[in-house]
């Protein structure tokens, strides 16, 4: 059984589920907890991919308790009536918490996916270090995507043979995604034509600054920063334009419209789906983010990412130059947009292309060792 309930877990578990379920020696479950709704049914519709169950479970302003719980509770008895050999996770999301705390309880075997990423910080990212951690201690594979996040399970004492360096799916998604762009036409012609509709400038041709963000340990005065960041610069820099799809949590969706919605060359728009994202990407001059996933598909496509935290569980890339920590202070993201935006030198530095995360066939490798076991 697969288990997923976010837009990134579903974009990197999508590529995974599909190879499964082309296995005729394994019978394959899929099973979302839909902790997001909107943002995920957008990933399933581009990886056309059917749930068999679907906990719907997300509620407009939820908080962790809720979604724990509720998780938890569902999962004690999807997990009696299916009786899974092994269940999947991915990586850090209370999903994957409770989905494993669940199969711990019930004896099922776990199957971490994207394991071993640590930033040693309970705190940050929040709750999510902790998510992967406690993930770590009930699963019986590991599948880690560098040689880095597989040392550090060595470190903390795992089992050698539990530990399998796969590459992370995300470049399996990602490459999945830009082919059949690129393949056929009238994907891009489409894609192009909803983008001009949302973006009124020649976004083309015209440098832009994409943005997100969705952090809780951000929520609060830090977004309130990061926004008055981007209104200065937006403001400094008519010539630049900034798009913005915005996370749908609430404690996102205010700051974000009350700080940035006036600006002629700021453009708050829905979160995009998974094709139309990585298409504008591929399109963008820079990222500025928070996010996990966008760290490690941006260095793939040779953009300079800046990312709002102080400490990465992903240091690979910013090792290779590609990405920058600048955390969520104000003078700190305006300086180090500046110096993208003025300087061609540390442009050109930080957007040589990298991928330290794979080779795109992480699922392979997964899929090889499930049936090896
Ligand atoms: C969650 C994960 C985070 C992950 C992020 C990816 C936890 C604790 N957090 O954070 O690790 O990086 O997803 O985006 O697991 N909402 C909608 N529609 C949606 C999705 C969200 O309306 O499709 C709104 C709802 O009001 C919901 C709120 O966002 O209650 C928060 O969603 P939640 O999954 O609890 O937290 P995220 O901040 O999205
Ligand atoms: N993404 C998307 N549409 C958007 C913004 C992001 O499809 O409007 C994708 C992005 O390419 C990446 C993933 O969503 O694969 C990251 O999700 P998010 O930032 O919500 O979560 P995180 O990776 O931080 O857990």
């Not at 309970?122 to 699963?139: C, D, K, L, M």
Request: glycine share 4%; hydrophobic share 40%; charged share 25%.
């Amino acid at each position: 059984m697969v288990v997923f309930g976010t837009r990134p877990e579903a974009i990197k578990m999508a590529p995974l589920c599909h190879k499964l379920l082309d296995q005729k020696d394994i019978k394959t479950i899929i099973c979302t907890t839909a902790q997001h709704r909107e943002m995920l049914d957008q990933v399933l519709s581009i990886f056309k991919l059917t749930p068999d169950i679907d906990l719907n479970l997300m509620k407009k302003d939820q908080d962790l308790f809720d979604v724990t719980s509720n998780i938890l509770l569902k999962m004690r008895d999807i997990l009696k009536l299916e009786k899974p050999d092994m269940v999947l996770v991915h990586g850090d999301t209370t999903t994957t918490f409770a989905t494993s705390l669940a199969c711990f309880y019930m004896g099922v075997k776990v199957g971490h996916v994207e394991a071993g990423l640590r930033t040693y910080d309970i705190n940050a990212p929040f709750p999510e270090e902790y998510n992967r951690q406690s993930t770590g201690i009930v699963a019986d594979y590991h599948f880690a995507p560098t040689d880095l996040s597989k040392q550090n399970l060595l470190t903390e004492g795992k089992n050698k043979d539990s530990i399998i360096v796969t590459g992370n799916t995300v470049i399996d998604a990602l490459n999945l995604v830009l082919k059949t762009i690129d393949i056929d036409k009238n994907k891009s012609k489409n894609i192009t034509l909803r983008m001009n509709k949302l973006l009124l400038f020649d976004w083309k041709v015209t440098r832009f600054v994409l943005i997100t963000g969705h952090r809780r340990e951000n929520f609060g005065q830090g977004f309130l920063d990061i926004c008055e960041a981007i209104k200065e610069i937006a403001t400094k820099n008519p010539d630049v334009h900034f798009v913005y799809p915005v996370h749908l949590n609430p404690s996102v969706q205010k700051p974000v419209n009350k700080i940035l919605l006036e600006l002629d060359n700021v453009w708050l728009i829905n979160p995009l789906d998974y094709e139309d994202f990585v298409y504008l990407l591929k399109h963008s001059y820079m990222i500025l983010t928070d996010s996990g996933g966008i760290q490690e598909e941006a260095p793939s496509l040779g953009k300079p990412v800046l990312v709002m935290r102080d400490v990465t569980e992903r240091p690979e890339a910013v090792e290779a130059g590609t990405v920058k920590l600048v955390g969520a202070s104000k003078e700190n993201i305006i300086l180090n947009i500046d110096l993208l935006l003025n300087d061609e030198n540390q442009y050109k530095k930080m957007s040589l292309a990298h991928n330290p995360y794979g080779d795109g066939r992480a699922c392979d490798r997964i899929v090889k060792h499930i049936k090896e076991i």
